[in-house]
């Protein structure tokens, strides 16, 4: 933003006056676009007597609101004026500086239409979706979070995926021989310290490249875990049922409505979740103890001088990022109540990257970021069951596709921490 | 290939001591290491010699690598756990054993036996030879996609990128190639056979165009866009294979018509155990063109001059994006390729699952082969023997296939940390090769 201020005055137009003026262009094609879509392909097949019927109660109910219903076309058609608008003034005027506003109100608004769309003469569940949402975004922003503690101190961390699968893969043979979720939640969270502490030794001690000390520890775990999967478990399948951690309703809070099922009625993973985001969050931005890491991911050099012993920083972070994911594991199959399957987290651990990349290396950013990516997921597990005429399969790539679009059209605007991937070599 | 070790620039070649007592790091030039160190006395093993060369560490690591896939067979065998209370040495003793049949099985199961093949021949008996050649026939069947996924990474590390993508690649490369392959008929093979192999190279190009664009452009970092668009290309299949352009009439699983015969890539003898095919031809040709590619033409010298220092290259006049975009696109093509080459030659049809873990592969035989065209092919026949042997050790002994896949990390890490090594075997001094580094931060 700030080179953006800086070249404002100039007559002359530079490169990101450039890239601005072509995001504009864009983005208000892209509104329109949406508009069509929402006309054309949502409004346009519904006739005018379909309502929608968006359930917001989620029992057990304390107290009942009534349900969102709307009429199909009229809200699409309401919709697609809202984008078409945006879009419009995109083009001719442009937003200035709150672009970054409209384009979530017109994501908004297309992803409304959509489900408008999708409960069109029958009901869905909106608070349970959004609860779903919760729980998907989960593993993804714990392995954004471990990336985050890993980069600012400028180590990149591929590893979150290996990271995850071990923890998922420990915590449920843990917990399954000793019976007590906190055990295996514990050794989960330990397995994924030692890969964050070999992750650390590779990159720092031996400077391997860190996305291949990354690359490597992820198939290392995806095979021993499959290894092991093979060999031990399926012949054992006592060690492969962990206890099911219940959900902890949290009292009062709980019975809020949408808001209370959708963040308060979760199991402890969730919570640890939130308070772990805002410990790291106030850690990193608010304490001497965060600035130590930062002065490290941007400028080890300086941070040296200053006193701080930067190995000791990077390998401190990297092996609490693995502590981190090694938690975010453990959701998989304790928070989950299943048992241990082959590369169950399908590629988690990198839409947690993405998520930390999107929240511009800041844990309310990615939390944020994670509740995106959650949403599309849970958007995918539920429309396949009210049958909607998009092939499941594609509907499945959605993250992905999300994922692909905030990395290529966001990553200008938020900044990696400056010494991100740079091994640090004392002189 | 001979010249090829002249067109590389030279490395700084950096002789270290590798003990942490030495503070002072020697920089002593490996040529000129004439000049005898005093030996320490009685450390280990001492020094190992020097004339294997640029042998030495990948063996080393292969060694390495495969010593702790032994730990690991140990560790997890139920009857050692139970029996290491009561007799430990037995345990142990019957682990061992344990290992050396499994890898035993292996190595069998990669080359063959060849007692077995020298009496066969002795005895003349074709039937008893085809069965013992079956199992270098089928790692020549595994190396064949592996060479190109192999090189389709090598290139892209080139040009300073990392194509996790060639498992994509491959998946729509197939998907080309294979569509092309039953949907043209009447052709005579001359023309079809090529253009079924081109339509998989174009497939594959597109899906490696993406990220190459995504990077040039907006600077999204090709690890993450690749690694999302393998996931979209597995969907891809999933749903196409699903449509009645694909799907094979009167199935009902996820399985696309059969290739018409003048699109194959013929065996090389007809015979069901012996299922090797051109297509290992082929990969060696991409091979060869690969090498004239990055070290005989200019388009190559960029890509060369982009991956070591990118600021440089531009300042020489070189475009950036462009170089990105094509090296992508080419690496794509050779992962399309070899997604070709299995439909064609292999298969004949594609299914969900096909060749899974190729692109994979080839990143570890990009690494191991240093991203060299002569290197990726040698690294390729040996991750394919790892491969083709790892299913005859399930069934003979029980022990899952993944061990392949950990005993590829465990080389790749090796490989990637020489130092470890060096430390691991006293090796005081080594020829330092050049270690790209592709971790440039998440662009932009």
């Known amino acids: 933003m700030s080179a953006e201020t800086a070249t404002a005055g100039g007559r002359t137009m530079t490169a990101s006056e450039r890239t601005l003026q072509r995001r504009q262009r864009i983005l208000g094609t892209v509104y329109l676009l949406a508009a069509t879509v929402i006309v054309i392909y949502f409004a346009l097949p519904i006739d005018g007597a379909t309502q929608s019927r968006l359930v917001l109660n989620l029992p057990p109910v304390t107290f009942a609101i009534p349900d969102l219903v709307l009429p199909s076309a009229g809200t699409l058609y309401f919709m697609a004026l809202v984008a078409a608008f945006a879009g419009a003034i995109q083009l001719t005027r442009g937003f200035g500086a709150r672009w970054a506003l409209v384009l979530g109100l017109v994501a908004t608004a297309f992803v409304f239409a959509f489900l408008v769309w999708v409960a069109a003469g029958q009901s869905m569940s909106l608070t349970g979706l959004l609860q779903t949402s919760v729980q998907r975004a989960v593993p993804i922003v714990f392995g954004a979070l471990s990336g985050i503690l890993c980069e600012r101190a400028g180590v990149i961390n591929i590893a979150i995926e290996g990271m995850l699968l071990s923890g998922a893969f420990v915590g449920a043979v843990v917990a399954s021989i000793t019976g007590d979720v906190g055990i295996g939640v514990l050794g989960a969270v330990l397995v994924g310290g030692l890969l964050g502490a070999l992750l650390a030794v590779l990159a720092i001690r031996y400077m391997v490249d860190q996305i291949v000390a990354g690359f490597v520890i992820n198939i290392l775990v995806i095979g021993l875990t499959g290894f092991l999967a093979t060999r031990v478990l399926q012949q054992n399948q006592q060690l492969n049922t962990p206890p099911r951690l219940t959900i902890a309703p949290i009292p009062l809070l709980s019975d809020i409505p949408i808001l209370g099922p959708i963040l308060f009625r979760q199991n402890i993973f969730v919570y640890a979740l939130f308070i772990l985001v805002i410990v790291i969050f106030v850690g990193l931005f608010y304490t001497r103890w965060g600035l130590r890491v930062r002065a490290v991911g941007e400028h080890p050099k300086a941070a040296d001088t200053a006193g701080i012993n930067v190995y000791f920083v990077r390998y401190r972070n990297v092996i609490m990022g693995g502590l981190v994911a090694g938690l975010g594991g453990a959701y998989f199959t304790i928070g989950s109540g299943v048992g241990f399957e082959r590369e169950m987290t399908a590629g988690r651990g990198f839409i947690g990257l993405a998520a930390m990349i999107f929240g511009g290396w800041n ?49 200008g605007r938020a900044r990696a921490p400056a010494a991100d991937g740079q091994p640090y070599k004392k002189e | 290939m001979t010249d090829e070790k002249r067109s590389i620039p030279p490395t700084e070649e950096l002789a270290r001591t590798t003990e942490g007592a030495a503070a002072a790091a020697h920089h002593a030039y490996g040529d000129l290491e004439s000049v005898e160190q005093p030996e320490p006395p009685a450390r280990g093993p001492g020094r190992l010699p020097r004339l ?25 065998d139920e009857r050692v756990i ?37 009496q066969a021949i002795v005895d003349l008996d074709l ?6 050649l079956n199992p270098i026939s089928e790692t020549i069947l595994s190396s064949t996609p592996l060479v190109l996924t192999g090189l389709a990474v090598a290139l892209a590390f080139r040009s300073g990128l990392f194509n996790i993508g060639a498992e994509g690649q491959l998946q729509v490369g197939a998907l080309v190639a294979v569509l092309v392959g039953f949907g043209i008929t009447g052709v005579p093979w001359f023309i079809h056979l090529p253009l079924a192999l081109i339509g998989g190279a ?4 597109l899906w490696g165009f993406i990220p190459g664009l995504l990077k040039a452009r907006t600077g999204a970092h090709e690890v ?28 009902a699983d996820q399985i696309s018509k059969i290739v018409e015969p ?54 020489a006049g070189m475009s950036i994006a462009r170089t990105i975009v094509l090296s992508m696109m080419a690496a794509g093509a050779l992962a399309g390729l070899a997604g070709a080459a299995v439909v064609l030659g292999t298969t004949r049809t594609m299914n969900v699952g096909l060749a899974s873990g190729a692109g994979f592969d080839g990143i570890a035989i990009a690494l191991l082969g ?41 080389v790749i890490m090796f490989i990637a940390a020489p130092a470890l090594v060096r430390a691991i075997y006293r090796i005081r001094t080594e020829r330092q090769t050049g270690a790209e580094a592709f971790a440039k931060g998440w662009g932009a």
Do not use: C, K
């Open chain 1, 363 to 411: 844990p309310l950013g990615a939390a944020g970021a994670g509740l995106i990516f959650g949403f599309a997921d849970a958007i995918q597990a539920r429309t396949s069951i009210l049958g909607i005429p998009i092939p499941s399969e594609l509907l499945g790539s959605l993250p992905y596709i999300v994922t692909i679009i905030v990395v290529a059209g966001l990553v």
């Open chain 2, 52 to 76: 294997l060369g640029p042998l030495l560490l990948p063996g080393l690591a292969l060694v390495s690598a495969f010593l702790v896939g032994a730990i690991v067979i140990i560790a997890s």
């Open chain 2, 82 to 118: 139970n029996m290491f209370g009561t007799d430990p040495l037995g345990a142990l003793g019957m682990g061992i054993s344990t290992t050396f049949a499994a890898y035993g099985a292996l190595l069998r199961g990669a080359i063959g036996d060849p007692v077995q093949i020298g």
């Open chain 2, 127 to 132: 039937n008893a030879l085809h069965r013992s």
């Open chain 2, 202 to 205: 174009i497939g594959g190009a």
């Open chain 2, 224 to 251: 993450i866009t690749t690694i999302m668009l393998n996931f979209i290309a597995f969907r891809l299949v999933d749903y196409t294979l699903r449509t009645p352009l694909y799907q094979r009439p009167g199935r």
């Open chain 2, 262 to 315: 003048s699109a194959t890539l013929p065996q090389f003898i007809d015979h069901p155990l012996l299922r090797a095919h051109w297509g290992i031809v082929v990969a060696l040709i991409a091979a060869v063109v690969v090498s004239w590619l990055l070290f005989r033409s200019t388009r190559g010298f960029e890509f060369r001059a982009v991956g070591l220092n990118a600021s440089a290259a531009r300042y």
């Open chain 2, 370 to 410: 240093r991203a060299r065209p002569a290197g990726v092919v040698a690294a390729a026949f040996l991750i394919g023997g790892l491969r083709a042997g790892a299913t005859p050790m399930q069934a003979a002994t029980g022990i899952p296939i993944h061990l392949v896949v950990v005993l590829q990390a465990l």
